[in-house]
């Protein structure tokens, strides 16, 4: 065999391996989900049980009533036979009734609650996962698992697996009905059960891919939307909105000759078989014609057997649907059970070490990291902050300030080395002691919806009207806020679009300043303000930096004018330490960058 084909076997055999795996996963999820519900599943298969016995019941009723009750009347005029089958047919319609009417309320609810923890299982599990994930995951296709994933198992499990159950009992006991009231009857059943093997086999086989690829595109249009309205001011700056349309209509046409693939297959499933239940029915009818003609089959039994016939395949059409919600599901089950997978990169260790109050000193020790191996970010960096210290971060672009931050903050865990707060590892902290110890405020000053003094609140959660007043007293918020239409109660409206960037800022640094934290991370949090703004926030600054260790990046060096040390950051190395006086005398780079700026404002 040549080395291309034995690469395809290897290739076909991997997918096959994968594939297994992903069932396997989506297994252990829906497992998970349905074992906490297994004793109200046990009742409602039960139910659904008994409610289907009744159901089989009727044509050997109907059979009895023309083969017995009838001529006991029309021979004999006693009517007790015909009355007693009545009955009991009145008796098991009404049971059916309402014990169906019992199970489609009792697998709602069990589907309501598989979908209610599924979804908060997603939303605590992608919410605790680490910046690495979210970083590489688009916010679409997070949306897209919360949002059409967990809808298309709505809908299976709404209705499908319903379908399914009832369905598949029904087509069981039809069988064993007709078994038990004419044997010869079930030949053309039985004979016509091989072409609809093979009619099902060529129906899945030909619709798994279909259903695969709808589901793909389904995504990719909730992912392109969902980015094009996140970025929409970018959008309309920068005119790409022919660009964006063309893009989308791609995957709307990918997604509608999905769907016309999808239902041109079941165009021809589902009146393949109705012509093949059409014609079992024929032949058990005109079989049957000739043994009622010479005698050895009652006309009753006759008409009982073509029914039962008939209701052996009512049911296909519905396992049909259900098949098509199945696929679906499946592939749905798959993503969802894919994000589920997921591991943090930064997991919370099993036995913490407690800091009760930190001091606030920080250590980097032999840190290396990179966020692909083969590009190390920071290459071996040994940085001691004392605590109470305030160091400023200087550098170009890509000096690796930003990382430093976010290793600190434990956004991400260092390759090699290690980083800590009053001599503790930060590994070995639980994330609710590293959060109170550790506060990262950033460039975009994000605001929830909601109101003004909610977002400051965020900071400590349960926060009293008077600690949240203090806090934006504090940093020089509190002006401005009395002067909003309701003050602390005013609706900051989506992301904050109510106010200036430098409002938000200051609002986030209120948010800092209540949670009180004893290391506080400024990552470029004047990079977007004007002159005026800026002003404002510096001042602001001043108050939140009191008596405690902050590391600011900045490229604006007004800002690190109040830094009592500035470290320089070329290629994730630290090139010059000083105090900002001492390096403004001096000749390096720091030198250098503070005499450009200096000039820009002449």
């Known amino acids: 065999m040549s080395v291309a084909g034995v690469q395809g076997e290897e290739r076909a055999d991997f997918t096959k391996r994968e594939a297994k795996r992903l069932r396997q996963r989506s297994l252990t999820l829906l497992g998970s989900l349905l074992r906490p519900l ?18 089989v019941a009727g044509p050997t009723l109907l059979a009895l009533g023309i083969d017995q009750a009838l001529p006991a009347v029309l021979n004999d005029g006693n009517w007790q036979p015909a009355m007693l089958i009545v009955g009991a047919y009145l008796i098991t319609a009404l049971t059916s009734s309402i014990l169906m009417s019992v199970y489609t309320r009792s697998t709602s609810l069990i589907s309501q609650n598989i979908l209610l923890t599924l979804r908060q299982r997603i939303f605590r599990h992608t919410q605790n996962l680490s910046m690495k994930f979210h970083e ?7 949306i897209a698992r919360q949002t059409s994933d967990v809808d298309t198992l709505r809908e299976l499990l709404d209705g499908g697996i319903s379908n399914l159950v009832r369905g598949v009992l029904f087509m069981v006991f039809t069988g064993v009905a007709l078994v038990l009231l004419d044997p010869s009857s079930t030949i053309p059943l039985v004979i016509s059960l091989v072409p609809l093997a093979f ?35 970018a959008v309309k700056a ?20 999905a769907t016309r693939a999808t239902i041109w297959l079941f165009g021809i499933f589902d009146p393949g078989l109705r012509l093949l239940g059409n014609i079992t029915m024929a032949a058990v009818l005109v ?3 000739f043994r009622v003609a010479d005698g050895t089959m009652a006309i009753g039994i006759l008409l009982a057997a073509v029914l039962y016939t008939r209701k052996f395949y009512d049911p296909m059409e519905e396992l049909a649907m259900f098949y098509n919600s199945f696929q679906s599901a499946a592939s749905a089950l798959e993503k969802i059970s894919g994000v589920l997978e997921e591991e943090s990169t930064v997991p919370e260790t099993d036995g913490p070490t407690p800091l009760p109050r930190a001091a606030g000193a920080v250590t980097f020790s032999h840190v290396t990291f990179g966020y692909s191996p083969a590009t190390p970010i920071l290459p071996k960096l040994n940085l001691n902050i004392p605590a109470g210290q305030t160091l400023a971060l200087v550098g170009t672009t890509g000096a690796g300030k930003s990382t430093l931050a976010k290793l600190l903050a434990r956004f991400y865990d260092p390759d090699v080395g290690a980083i800590t ?13 590293l959060r109170r110890a550790i506060v990262m405020v950033t460039q975009e000053a994000y605001l929830f919806s909601g109101s003004v003094a909610e977002n400051i609140a965020l900071g400590k959660p349960g926060a009293s009207a008077a600690e949240i007043e203090a806090a934006a007293r504090a940093v020089g918020a509190h002006e401005f806020v009395m002067a909003m239409p309701d003050g602390y109660e005013t609706d900051v409206n989506k992301r904050g679009g109510r106010l200036s960037s430098g409002q938000r800022q200051l609002l986030s640094f209120a948010r800092a300043f209540i949670a009180d934290p004893m290391v506080l991370i400024l990552d470029e949090a004047t990079a977007s303000l004007d002159i005026p703004s800026e002003r404002l926030v510096q001042r602001g600054l001043e108050t939140l930096l009191a008596d405690r260790t902050a590391i600011i990046i900045a490229h604006r060096l007004s800002t690190v004018a109040i830094a009592d040390r500035v470290l320089v950051m070329e290629h994730g190395e630290i090139i010059e330490d000083d105090t900002p006086v001492h390096l403004i005398a001096g000749t390096g780079r720091f030198a250098t960058l503070h005499a450009a700026w200096r000039e820009s404002l002449a």
Do not use: C, P
């Open 38 to 55: 297994r004793r109200r599943i046990t009742w409602t298969m039960t139910i659904v049980v008994i409610s289907t016995l009744a159901q």
């Open 421 to 433: 707060l009053d001599g503790i590892d930060l590994r070995d902290l639980s994330h609710d002691d």
């Open 199 to 233: 009619f099902t086999l060529w129906f899945s086989n030909a619709s798994r891919a279909q259903f695969r690829a709808s589901r793909l595109y389904s995504a990719r249009l909730i992912v392109q939307f969902v980015e094009t309205m996140t970025g929409i001011r």
């Open 287 to 289: 079989l049957g014609a």
């Open 238 to 257: 920068f005119r790409r909105e022919a660009r964006n349309e063309r893009v989308y209509s791609v995957h709307v046409d990918n997604y509608r000759e």
């Open 136 to 142: 590489s995951y688009t916010s679409g296709k997070i």
